[in-house]
């Protein structure tokens, strides 16, 4: 009878913890297209193929105004997964490797295993800035601007802010390692490409451990396909952790929010709550940052 | 002596004339026809240091200081300030906002040891600065303030006075300092920033402050911002998390 008891109670738990993993409800589609990854990777694609922008003075697509993405809520794991503590499960955002897993190498899978299970060590929870591809995997939305010769994205998050410059000039040397790396433009047809080179691989790609090392190569892709969405990709390489180059792809949704504010999100400044997850209570560590 | 008078007069006269015969500068524009301030800027000043006059001391070099209005170049505190500036001077080793790494607020952002870069549109402004990566978008186009609105970097708005872009800031919340000096402000500050491009390589810089709950009266400063000519890019200075790497990390003080 008690045990009876006892495994009824557990079912009722166990019940309550799925409905609590239930995935966070999602529009099924964006800018006409199913938001899925790889069907919205190939519709947003055949969409912008006839799609005709409207242009800034000097000619290229106008991508001016808010934005925010329609991605799987803040990007709890980029890859597909079923969800663990604090992370709920997610469709993912990869689309390739087709079967929407990092292709880490195994001391990086196991690596990136470890700091999964220690979500104090996530970066941006330090108000350490996102870098690429994952300053756009935000909640909080950003404004485009496009001064001739830039392309520049001023965002909520952090107060933080990319300048593109788009005339395909040199990287910087490779001695510079920034958090916010060195993004570098050029525009083919109506595509933005910007090549990220000097990251300094503190970052990680999500709030699921997925990480980064400072030989990191982003290649992004911002091509609109409708006039109030862009479809944006990232391409990663690193030969020293992957196997292979990753692709992932999101929706890049226009704020047409009546009245919208852009409001400051100061993120360190006020701080009251790191103290509760790193080493100086004794409650928890962080080494991420004087690890590397 | 008259001979020394009228030469004196003569001299001043000449100055007078050649400063009138100089040709006035033309800044490059915008297909609108308004000045083109885009560059990588920076001041070669102290003001971040001292806005006032001040001989060099331990860490901070010497300065002419950068107050033109009022003429004797001291901020016109009212007498309960100055001793709160005076406090604030006395703790500023700890206590400057710079130190602890938060937002440096407007308009210190203009004349930190940063350099900053300004991008146009025809329609807006944005000031870039490096330090800590922060950002001030200033819209040209009317845009109604929002209410009750209280941050680090203000809520500007920009129009074109003739070829000078004057910038006007409220929403500053209390907690942000002119300098390192403890020179400081209420949430009743407002700043209008006057820029206007007066050589290739110069912006001349005037910023007024209106705070009637600190000053008895508004006050300018005035200073030159420089063109890079050496960057094509500024880079990045993520203060906060600096300390955190270097096992320093800042915390707030948490509520007991």
């Known amino acids: 009878m008690i045990r009876t008891s006892l495994f009824a109670a557990l079912t009722v738990a166990a019940t309550a913890a799925l409905v609590a993993q239930e995935p966070i409800p999602q529009p099924r589609t964006s800018g006409g297209c199913p938001v899925e990854s790889r069907a919205f990777h190939d519709c947003a694609t055949a969409k912008a193929r006839t799609f005709k922008p409207t242009r800034t003075r000097d000619g290229h697509p106008d991508f001016q105004g808010y934005w925010r993405s329609r991605n799987n809520g803040i990007a709890y794991d980029v890859e597909s997964g079923p969800g663990s503590f604090a992370v709920p499960p997610t469709l993912g955002e990869i689309i390739e490797p087709a079967d929407k897993k990092i292709p880490y190498q195994p001391w990086a899978l196991a690596r990136r295993n470890e700091l999964r299970t220690k979500g104090f060590e996530d970066p941006q929870g330090h108000c350490a800035p996102s870098g690429a591809p994952r300053k756009n995997n935000t909640l909080f939305g950003w404004r485009i601007i496009q001064p001739r010769g830039y392309v520049v994205f001023l965002y909520e998050s952090m107060h933080d802010y990319r300048i593109i410059p788009t005339d395909g000039r040199q990287h910087l040397p490779k001695s510079i390692k920034m958090w916010h790396g060195d993004p570098v433009g050029r525009w083919e047809g109506d595509t933005l490409v910007v090549d990220y080179t000097n990251l300094n691989g503190k970052h990680w790609f999500d709030m699921s451990g997925n990480f980064q090392s400072e030989n990191i190569h982003v290649v992004e892709r911002y091509t609109m396909f409708t006039p109030d969405t862009i479809h944006f990709v990232a391409t990663i390489e690193d030969a020293t952790m992957y196997t292979r180059p990753w692709t992932l792809n999101f929706s890049l949704e226009r704020n047409k929010e009546p009245g919208y504010y852009q409001l400051e999100y100061a993120c360190h400044e006020g701080e009251r709550d790191l103290q509760h997850f790193t080493d100086d209570t004794g409650r928890g560590e962080s080494k991420t940052f004087r690890e590397k | ?256």
């Not at chain 2, 402000?185 to 290739?200: M, P, W």
């Open chain 2, 1 to 256: 002596m008259m001979a020394l008078s009228a030469l004196i007069a003569a001299a001043f006269a000449a100055t007078l004339t050649a400063q009138q015969a100089a040709p006035a500068y033309r800044p490059p524009r915008l297909p609108n026809g308004h000045p083109d301030l885009q560059g990588i800027w920076q001041v070669r000043n102290t003001a971040n240091w001292n806005l006032q006059a001040h001989g060099g001391s331990y860490k901070t070099p010497a300065g002419l200081g950068v107050v033109v209005d009022p003429p004797e170049g001291l901020i016109p505190y009212r007498p309960e300030a100055l001793a709160i500036k005076e406090k604030n001077w006395a703790s500023r080793e700890t206590a400057d906002p710079l130190e602890k790494c938060y937002l440096a607020g407007v308009p210190r952002t203009m004349y930190l040891p940063y350099p900053l870069q300004i991008l146009q549109t025809e329609t807006e402004v944005a000031i870039l600065s490096e330090y800590v990566h922060t950002w001030r978008w200033i819209p040209l186009t009317p845009l109604a303030r929002y209410p009750g609105y209280e941050s680090w970097m203000g809520d500007p708005r920009g129009r074109w006075d003739g070829d000078t872009l004057v910038i006007e800031t409220v929403g500053h919340n209390d907690q942000t300092w002119f300098d390192h000096a403890g020179n400081f402000h209420s949430d009743a500050l407002k700043v209008t920033e006057r820029l206007r491009r007066t050589a290739a390589d110069v912006i001349t810089y005037e910023a007024t402050m209106e705070d009637a709950k600190v000053f008895t009266r508004p006050w300018t400063i005035r200073m030159p911002l420089y063109l890079h000519r050496d960057m094509d890019r500024i880079l990045e200075n993520e203060c906060y998390i600096y300390a955190e790497e270097a096992g320093k990390p800042i915390r707030g003080e948490h509520p007991k």
